[in-house]
């Protein structure tokens, strides 16, 4: 583990850096938009959609433009771009500019983000170690970028911009010195061979379970999104502040590296749909909670319940759907990227809308929590159906 930190630690830093900016960003959306722009939620809601769109759109382009060009000149024109964005925004954040650096700020993310994310999967040969190596210094970043709102925050997005700036001047140092050399290592495995990668489990393929997890994703997504938004306002309606939110994505980032770091060891395949319900569980009661009690331990103990959810969660299902599809992962972990992201996107929409129609918070968290738990209902119907079928077999 120490031999591939040595090898690879610009690619590990680059997702850092990357994620630290991205993490920076997107908590203070919703409230700069709404607090300070004086958007409803609704207008907020489709903001936050249209970003998150385009993030999608840059995680495809930024696909494409690799295979058909060189990664490294596709990069240096993203974090150039990103550069210019972010200098953008120290100067021009009003109701008209924000909004459009807001979007080129998630189509260059999600191209970015998939850039470093393709050059893993090319260099790792099968070892997932450097997947979960990549994911520990994602967290990082989101540790680092959430802590950094507080400080950061008050009342003028200058600062926030000018820490973007720093990041990606030194992402563009990493990536111009170290991204020409990853190219042409990704056709050497450079798994240390005294840690031999695990082999991959297979399942039996079942287009019904496959279906049921992807729709569960949408859905998950879809609620989970008003932790990303709509949480913020209510926190701020509490009278509870700014700085009570960026601690509270502190506090999920390093309890998701520790969840993280015990799943790694003791996820077993055949237990993965029990890994999946129980994750759903844990997110559906952290909604329950906020419905019934509120404060700051009511909301401290809503994102334990939210992040041991997302932990147990979010790494089951693509393993669980890519223990069914071996040999077309490629199409199905791309449905997975997709239904996440439609979840995310049409999230803070319908969370305004709920709080538009019915001026409640309330309403909006027991919704979620009735959302949830009608999914677990779901995938316990798909796991029964497809055990009772695999023992007819």
Not at 281 to 299: E, H, N, W
Not at 369 to 382: E, P, Q, R, S
Request: aromatic share 10%.
């Amino acid at each position: 583990m120490r031999k591939l930190i040595r090898q690879l630690w610009p690619l590990l830093m680059l997702g850092f850096l990357i994620n630290t900016a991205y993490s920076v960003m997107w908590p203070l959306t919703t409230i700069y938009l709404h607090n300070q722009l004086r958007l409803n939620l609704v207008v907020s809601g489709l903001i936050l959609a249209a970003y998150s769109g385009c993030n999608v759109l840059g995680g495809y382009l930024g696909g494409v433009l690799a295979d058909r060009y060189s990664a490294k000149r596709v990069g240096e024109v993203m974090l150039l771009g990103l550069l210019v964005d972010a200098a953008v925004g120290i100067f021009y954040n009003g109701l008209i500019a924000y909004p459009i650096v807001l979007v080129i700020f998630g189509l260059l993310t999600g191209g970015m983000l998939t850039l470093i994310s393709a050059l893993t999967a090319q260099l790792s040969h099968a070892d997932s170690r450097l997947f979960n190596l990549l994911y520990i210094f994602i967290n990082l970043g989101l540790v680092v970028g959430t802590a950094s709102i507080g400080f950061l925050f008050h009342h003028s997005l200058r600062p926030i911009f000018g820490l973007l700036l720093i990041c990606y001047g030194g992402a563009i140092g990493l990536w111009h010195w170290r991204a020409g050399t990853y190219e042409q290592q990704a056709e050497i495995p450079v798994t240390v061979r005294d840690e031999p990668a695990e082999a991959t489990a297979t399942l039996p393929f079942s287009p019904l379970m496959i279906v049921g997890l992807l729709v569960s994703l949408v859905l998950m997504w879809l609620t989970y999104a008003q932790w990303m938004s709509n949480v913020s306002v209510y926190i701020q309606a509490e009278g509870l502040g700014i700085k009570l939110y960026s601690y509270l994505w502190v506090y999920n980032g390093i309890l998701l590296m520790v969840v993280q770091a015990v799943m790694a060891r003791f996820s077993q395949p055949r237990f993965l749909m029990r890994q999946i319900i129980g994750g759903l569980l844990a997110i559906g009661g952290s909604f329950l909670l906020l419905t019934l009690t509120s404060g700051t331990g009511a909301l401290f103990a809503a994102m334990t319940l939210l992040t041991l959810g997302e932990a147990i969660y979010v790494p089951g299902v693509p393993a669980l759907i890519n223990a069914q599809t071996v040999g077309d992962e490629g199409r199905y972990q791309g449905l997975v990227n997709a239904c996440s992201s439609l979840g995310k996107a049409v999230g803070p929409v319908v969370g305004g809308l709920v709080i538009g129609q019915f001026a409640s918070f309330s309403v909006l968290f027991l919704g979620c929590a009735v959302v949830d738990l009608l999914v677990v209902g779901g995938l316990g119907l798909t796991r029964y159906h497809y055990r009772t079928s695999e023992a007819s077999h």
